[in-house]
């Protein structure tokens, strides 16, 4: 198996394992709550660009 070297793939990847598991197993993040919606955003805008 090969992990992907692009940048905006690997976070996207990582946001969704997040939302996966806090959605499926009803995990908190409290504090840390902040760092989902900075992952979308940052695979979101490397997707636009091309990254």
């Given at each position: ?20 598991c ?8 409290g ?10 955003i940052?695979?979101?805008v ?6």
């Amino acid at each position: 198996m090969n992990i992907t070297k692009s940048p905006s793939t690997l976070l996207l990847a990582i946001y969704l394992i997040i939302i996966g598991c806090s959605g499926a197993f009803g995990i908190s993040l409290g504090a840390l709550s902040i760092i989902v919606p900075c992952l979308a955003i940052a695979a979101g805008v490397l997707l636009l660009l091309g990254k």
